[in-house]
Every structure is written in structure tokens, then in C-alpha cells.
């Protein structure tokens, strides 16, 4: 589904990801300790993992969840939130989002975050046999060949497009129009240091689509800086994770806004996070938001303030802490969006046009 945009992501060490990895060997996909939960063999907390859970699916199958990265979650709620951002402000108000709309645009998310990195390993697949972290992707390691994920690439477009034709023609137009995004993505590491940008106004769509899923097209004046609060928030979590890898990404030649701000980071990220919340406050203010919303505002402003101050750029594990923590982010912001549609009050007018319809 182009319009849910896919991460064109997951590359190999120098290109910059908002999909995680595993920080130490004990969580990578081929762990011991992961074969033995998929077994049930013990030694490992019992708890629910989507890397467990792929390790436990059958053998055929789990190169291909792998490439799509089913392991790693993360990646795909950075994908699906600016979604529901878009469905719960366009729901009538007083009312609760679309719950079938919220489960469409789920399993677009899953579909294209899928299909983008297998397009990514095909791309990097030469670049990935070199790096040791990337050389045990399916494609790289030979687990699937170059053909096996053309063919799984079809499928998963084909069923993206099944999801995307579930909406409305203007709809199904914006989402088609994504496509030069998704496509020149994968090539913005190779020229320039703003790959994230692009990113961002890739990864975004859905704050789009979502709208006019709902509405059949889109309200500019609320479409628009929500769209864009959600493209200077990618900036801000990408820019943390590109420090993890920065000293590859030199020798590599590949570019990012970490090698970009460098130690200037802190500033930059500060003013993206002030227009973030200058954004959704215009949001709100353009589709009538309640005190419930501005409260989450307010808690995102808080949540980034210190994502930025106790950043440290040169510890790769805290940087992923960081970057993982976005998904609190938007989550935070959802629940903010849904308490104020329902403390919303609906227009007299609008309730008398009911009871005369009833």
C-alpha cells in the first residue's frame, strides 16, 4: 500500500534506519538464547517477543518474516502512528476512531514496512555481505535468493494494494502518489546529508491519508501541520539513531544529518522539537481540539525535552533507548487525540439534523 509509505530501511551498517537492531548478541535473531524460547527450552524471560515468536514460526517461513523485518516491531509502529493521529482527529466528535479503518492502516503498516526492506536488502545485498552485522540478512546470506524476494516483493505489494483499494478514490490517488517518495528514498544516503528529511516525508503519509480516508479528501489547514510535525519528529528520532553508526557511515562514504550536525546535534534537534509542537498546536487549534489534547501536547514537549537533554551521541546504547522510546511518543499523542474527540461536544445543529433523521 504506497500510501502507508514503506521505511525503505534496514540497510546495511552506514545507512541509516529508524528499524532497530539488536544491541547485543544475545538478542540477535539466531541467538541461543532465542532458540531455546522458540523451544521452549528456557533461558530467557518470559515475556512476549516478536524475535521469539519468528524463531518459533516454521523453517521455510522465518527467512521471509526476517526480511520483513517481523523480528523488529519498532520500525513498523514509527510507520503506523502518524496514521492514527489522522483517523482519531478526523473521527466525529465525541466519538471514538475507526476501528476498522485503525486495523486497515495496520496491516498496510506491517505490509510496507515489509515490502521497503526487502527492496532495501536487494538493493544492499553486496554492501550487506561485507558488514558482519548485515551479512546474516536473508538475501545477503543466501537464505533467499535475489529471485525468491522479487517474488515475495510482488506478493507483498499485491496484498498492500488489496488493503489500499479498501478506500476511497481520492484515497487511493494520495496513496499512489507516494510512490516517487518510496522510490528516491533508498538513493538520499548515497548524495545527501538530509537523507532523513526525505525520510520523513516519506515515512508521514499516512498523516495524510488517514484524514482523508476518513473525511474523502483532505482538510489542508489540519492535514498539513500534522504532516509536517510528523516529518521534523522523524528528523529527530533518525538523527538519534544515525549517531550509533556514524564512524562507519564515514569510512562507508555514506551521509546522514548525524554527520550533518555533529556535535551541534542537541541544538538542532531542540528547534525540530520546538516545531513539532508548534505543528500540533495548530493542528488542534484548526479541527477544534480540547484540553485533553493540549495536555498530550504538552507531554510530548516534556518526553522530547528530555529525549534531547540526557542524550548522550556517543553511546550507541543510549541512543537506541532514545530512539525506541519514540514509539511512548506517539503513542502519548494518540491517547491525547482520542480523549479530546470525546470531550468534544457535538454541534447542536448537527444533533437536531439526527433526531429529525431518527
Not at 93 to 102: A, N, Q, V
Not at 139 to 154: E, N, T
Not at 159 to 186: E, F, K, Q, R
Amino acid at each position: 500500500m504506497a500510501g502507508l509509505l514503506p521505511r525503505l530501511c534496514c540497510c546495511r551498517r552506514g545507512f541509516r534506519s529508524p528499524f532497530p537492531r539488536p544491541l547485543a548478541a544475545a538478542t540477535a535473531p539466531h541467538s541461543p538464547q532465542l532458540r531455546r524460547a522458540a523451544a521452549g527450552g528456557g533461558g530467557w524471560p518470559l515475556r512476549f517477543s516478536a524475535a521469539a515468536l519468528v524463531e518459533a514460526a516454521p523453517g521455510p517461513a522465518r527467512p521471509y518474516l526476517r526480511l520483513m523485518r517481523l523480528d523488529r516491531p519498532i520500525g513498523t509502529w514509527l510507520l503506523y502512528l502518524p496514521c492514527t493521529w489522522s483517523i482519531g482527529l478526523a473521527a466525529e466528535p465525541g466519538c471514538f476512531p475507526d476501528w476498522y479503518m485503525l486495523s486497515l492502516f495496520g496491516a498496510g503498516a506491517v505490509l510496507m514496512r515489509g515490502a521497503g526492506c526487502t527492496i532495501n536488502d536487494m538493493w544492499d545485498q553486496e554492501y550487506d555481505k561485507k558488514v558482519t552485522r548485515t551479512a546474516s540478512r536473508p538475501i545477503a546470506s543466501g537464505d533467499i535468493s535475489a529471485f525468491q524476494a522479487l517474488v515475495f516483493l510482488g506478493g507483498q505489494l499485491s496484498l498492500a494494494l488489496c488493503v489500499l483499494l479498501c478506500l476511497n478514490y481520492y484515497s487511493i490517488g494520495l496513496g499512489a502518489a507516494s510512490l516517487s517518495l518510496v522510490i528516491t528514498y533508498p538513493l538520499m544516503k548515497r548524495i545527501t546529508y538530509w537523507p532523513q528529511l526525505v525520510l520523513g516525508l516519506t515515512f508521514n503519509w499516512g498523516a495524510l491519508l488517514g484524514w482523508s480516508a476518513i473525511k474523502g479528501s483532505c482538510d489542508w489547514s489540519v492535514c498539513l501541520p500534522l504532516y509536517f510535525s510528523g516529518v521534523v519528529w522523524t528528523l529527530i528520532y533518525d538523527t538519534i539513531y544515525a549517531h550509533q553508526d556514524k564512524r562507519d557511515d564515514v569510512v562507508i562514504g555514506v551521509k546522514s544529518t548525524a554527520l550533518r550536525f555533529k556535535e551541534d546535534t542537541k541544538q538542532w534537534l531542540s528547534g525540530f522539537g520546538g516545531i513539532m509542537l508548534m505543528g500540533l498546536c495548530v493542528t488542534g487549534m484548526n479541527c477544534d481540539q480540547t484540553f485533553p489534547y493540549y495536555t498530550a501536547v504538552a507531554a510530548v514537549g516534556a518526553h522530547l525535552a528530555h529525549q534531547i537533554y540526557t542524550l548522550d551521541i556517543n553511546t550507541p546504547e543510549d541512543c537506541w533507548k532514545k530512539f525506541t522510546s519514540n514509539r511512548t511518543l506517539g503513542t502519548l499523542l494518540f491517547i491525547g487525540i482520542v480523549l479530546g474527540n470525546l470531550w468534544k461536544r457535538k454541534d447542536p445543529k448537527e444533533k437536531e439534523e439526527l433526531l429529525e433523521i431518527s
